[in-house]
């Protein structure tokens, strides 16, 4: 039988307060980032500015894509009228509505990168579209059309832009539910989310082209932004998830339960696999077809240096969900199920990591300070925004039409 609480066996003004210990860590988090990445910027070695800018872009783009997965998981919710979700849906929230901010710091990295650092330099670079230059290359003047300096800069800001205003429209709507009742924001809620959802799902494999791809302007693979779509919504999942464990360890939302880290376990499984289907799909048929201008790209990241880093990836983003996960006891344990994402983060960053690297650093030997610092520096900033953001509303929407079913949700 279900426990059928009711509302007032929980206090439902309950508001998360953001001090002490939690306030501090992020903040010392984000004075190593920042005095990584000012070491690395002001270094008079070419390759370690490189590789801090390198960095920069491959945290900026994770940072930004968590809190797109977090307004795309609201979206969902919305739009397929989830009632479980309901009692930890301010968490997402907070994550979406962040997502401006970090879309602002991954604009002026990519502003940066193309102008200053030329990470970008694949596509944007002198000659390079000009057939009387020494330069000149014949494959990236066909792409001039789509990938030039003005066009890659307003696909960024209208894409980053509509993501943004969608996640903060949604996180707004829910708010102001609390305050007024009634169907009337959760309505409003509902059209934004299904807005959101076509306009991210039609465009983000296009801006992860742009930020990701186009790093290695040469080689393209039209699985590329679904393969990237399912790393990042894993990974915001995972972040979801972990704040919900750590939330209730700190004695926070009483009314989400081991079905609740059931569910929300099953998606982590369910995209990993996903993940894993999309990037085996890309891999085998470009080992199968055997094309120079294609294969170079899979080349690259068998070099010494990259090949272990390669397949531990593939091996933590599949075989750790794989494992674990699929045991229902595993999956509604807190301990494992927080081991679990803080695991496939890690895998995550190391995907990304892949993607990147090869692509804009000429000399590369492993992992460094560089690599900690930046990345501790981007937790910490992101720590600090969401839990802050969090702590300014109540943590249960308790004015939301499907509230109850999520008291009750049982598996």
Request: net charge neutral.
């Amino acid at each position: 039988m279900g426990n059928h609480s009711h509302h007032h066996d929980y206090n439902f003004s309950e508001q998360f307060t953001f001090t002490g210990k939690a306030r501090a860590l992020s903040l010392v988090a984000v004075a190593v980032g920042i005095v990584a990445v000012a070491i690395g910027l002001l270094s008079s070695n070419h390759i370690i500015v490189e590789r801090t800018y390198a960095n920069l872009l491959l945290m900026g783009y994770y940072f930004t894509g968590v809190c797109a997965a977090g307004g795309c998981f609201l979206a969902l919710v919305f739009v397929t009228q989830a009632g479980w979700p309901s009692g930890l849906i301010r968490i997402p929230q907070a994550m979406a509505y962040v997502l401006p901010v970090a879309s602002l710091v991954l604009l002026v990295i990519i502003i940066g990168g193309l102008f200053s650092h030329n990470l970008y330099h694949h596509w944007f670079g002198e000659g390079l579209t000009d057939p009387n230059s020494p330069n000149y290359d014949a494959l990236i003047a066909g792409k001039s059309a789509f990938l030039n300096a003005p066009g890659f800069l307003f696909r960024q800001v209208a894409f980053m832009g509509a993501y943004s205003i969608c996640a903060w429209l949604l996180a707004r709507f829910s708010y102001r539910e609390d305050l007024e009742g009634g169907l009337n924001s959760y309505k409003k809620s509902f059209k934004v989310a299904a807005i959101f959802l076509v306009i991210f799902g039609f465009t983000s494999p296009i801006w992860i082209f742009d930020t990701i791809m186009s790093l290695e302007a040469h080689w393209f693979s039209t699985m590329f932004g679904w393969y990237n779509f399912a790393a990042i919504f894993v990974s915001g999942l995972c972040v979801i998830t972990l704040m919900v464990i750590l939330l209730k360890r700190a004695g926070y939302l009483n009314w989400v339960n081991e079905n609740h880290l059931h569910d929300l376990g099953k998606l982590i499984f369910g995209f990993s696999i996903f993940w894993t289907y999309v990037w085996f799909a890309q891999f085998m048929l470009t080992w199968y077809a055997n094309i120079p201008e294609e294969s170079v790209y899979f080349y690259k990241r068998w070099e010494p240096e990259y090949k272990p880093w390669f397949w531990l990836s593939v091996a933590i983003n599949f075989v750790v969900p794989v494992l674990v996960l699929v045991n229902r006891d595993y999956v509604r344990n807190p301990k494992v199920l927080g081991a679990v994402c803080v695991v496939l983060l890690l895998g995550h960053w190391l995907d990304f990591y892949i993607m990147v690297m090869p692509g804009t650093v000429e000399t590369h030997r492993g992992f460094g300070w560089i690599e900690i610092g930046t990345a501790l520096g981007f937790v910490g900033l992101f720590a600090f925004l969401v839990l802050n953001k969090l702590s300014k509303h109540a943590l249960v929407p308790s004015k939301h039409p499907f509230l109850e079913e999520s008291l009750h949700h049982q598996i």
